[in-house]
């Protein structure tokens, strides 16, 4: 007879959001925990709780499941034979994201000196592009990003912030003649 083999994934890692909870695309382990069964034959299933995954009762029907870590316990049954079953588990970790330092937006007359940051660099584009070393002078408008990555295991999450820098230049402004003060 043939038999079903439900082979264990590795530590499953998604970036965790503000909550700290991560999004796991559950369908992306199946062709771990297949390996060379085909997906044809074999079915694969995802449960709460190992005595749901043994019974085969209370599917997670759902494709992704957010947490902030868990265990999730998986069957591999033979579609024309649902006694034919073997199960496992995966530990799911969702992975903090990096701090990252809030700057509020800069409005002055003057050029602009970036100070230190603790958390994170500055950037003239999103996701870490253009690096700006702190201590540089803005010398014009615009808007400048904070990120910051970190990695654990096979995974980089990140996180970004973003502020402004508006310099108004006095010898700019255009105040149009004329008496602007009565008696």
Do not use: M, W
Not at 58 to 82: F, M, N
């Amino acid at each position: 007879g043939s038999s079903a083999i439900a082979n264990q994934p590795p530590t499953f890692y998604a970036c965790a959001n503000a909550n700290g909870s991560g999004t796991f695309i559950l369908t992306s382990l199946n062709p771990i925990v297949l390996g060379s069964q085909s997906s044809s034959n074999y079915s694969v299933s995802y449960y709460l709780n190992s005595t749901d995954a043994t019974l085969g009762t209370y599917t997670i029907t759902r494709t992704s499941v957010t947490t902030t870590g868990t265990t999730i316990y998986i069957r591999v049954q033979l579609t024309s034979d649902p006694t034919c079953f073997a199960t496992t588990s995966v530990n799911l970790v969702a992975v903090p994201q990096p701090l990252i330092d809030s700057v509020d937006d800069v409005i002055t007359c003057a050029d602009y000196t970036l100070p230190p940051l603790t958390n994170g660099n500055y950037y003239n584009s999103p996701n870490g592009v253009g690096l700006i070393p702190a201590g540089t002078i803005i010398t014009q408008t615009q808007t400048i990003y904070v990120y910051n990555s970190s990695s654990n295991a096979s995974l980089t999450c990140h996180a970004e912030s973003s502020f402004q820098v508006i310099i108004i230049k006095v010898s700019e402004l255009d105040i149009a003649s004329g008496t602007y003060c009565e008696g």
